[in-house]
T-cell receptor
Framework: AAGVIQSPRHLIKEKRETATLKCYPIPRHDTVYWYQQGPGQDPQFLISFYEKMQSDKGSIPDRFSAQQFSDYHSELNMSSLELGDSALYFC?????????????FGPGTRLTVL | QKEVEQNSGPLSVPEGAIASLNCTYSDRGSQSFFWYRQYSGKSPELIMFIYSNGDKEDGRFTAQLNKASQYVSLLIRDSQPSDSATYLCAGSYGNNRLAFGKGNQVVVIP
């Protein structure tokens, strides 16, 4: 079965640079979520979109923005990168109305800020 | 205070034994709970979800939910070395955002 696709899988940036992470949800899934997982930490919710509209917002810095496009893929844009932004970034997708709105996670993007 | 708490330290179990994991949650508004397995450096992989009081079994895994006590547990029967991983308990809140516990590391000893 098709899974969530994330690109790139690894990204190395310098401080103050910008980064764009992409997420392609499971086909027919209409909701996308972004999570950040620092070393030794649990995943922290950043933001989610349903039918191209922001549906919830968590602990996402103002330097970050995101959107969902008409084909349901989503992009997380990160500017003025800081060392503390180094983390695994996961995208998850779900189908609204499905049992428990279960979220399925992509393989993640490992961002390293030098 | 975190919405979902997993307080147990690393758990070592012999191969073939039962591993028992627990978590508690603080918001009665949460309706659904999930157990994810995460190998080091990999993404969380869904094991089970539960939203009704009682037990739910799927293969070697059994999840239990007690809404009155705000308690969720996971039993892994016949533990295998491939079960060695971190197990994350999560509850859904608001518009379905997940709040995770800190996770429990399970080590299955052959």
């Amino acid at each position: 079965a098709a899974g969530v696709i994330q690109s790139p899988r690894h990204l190395i940036k310098e401080k103050r640079e910008t980064a764009t992470l992409k997420c392609y949800p499971i086909p027919r899934h209409d909701t996308v979520y972004w999570y950040q997982q620092g070393p030794g930490q649990d995943p922290q919710f950043l933001i989610s979109f349903y039918e191209k509209m922001q549906s919830d917002k968590g602990s996402i810095p103002d330097r970050f923005s995101a959107q969902q496009f008409s084909d349901y893929h989503s992009e997380l844009n990160m500017s003025s990168l800081e060392l503390g932004d180094s983390a695994l970034y996961f995208c998850a997708s779900s189908l609204a109305g499905a049992i428990a709105d279960t979220q399925y996670f992509g393989p993640g993007t490992r961002l390293t800020v030098l | 205070q975190k919405e979902v708490e997993q307080n147990s330290g690393p758990l070592s179990v012999p191969e073939g034994a039962i591993a028992s994991l627990n978590c508690t949650y603080s918001d009665r508004g949460s309706q659904s709970f999930f157990w994810y397995r995460q190998y080091s450096g990999k993404s969380p992989e869904l094991i089970m979800f539960i939203y009704s009081n009682g037990d739910k079994e799927d293969g070697r895994f059994t999840a239990q939910l007690n809404k009155a006590s705000q308690y969720v547990s996971l039993l892994i029967r016949d533990s295998q070395p491939s079960d060695s991983a971190t197990y994350l308990c999560a509850g859904s809140y608001g518009n379905n955002r997940l709040a995770f516990g800190k996770g429990n590391q399970v080590v299955v000893i052959p």
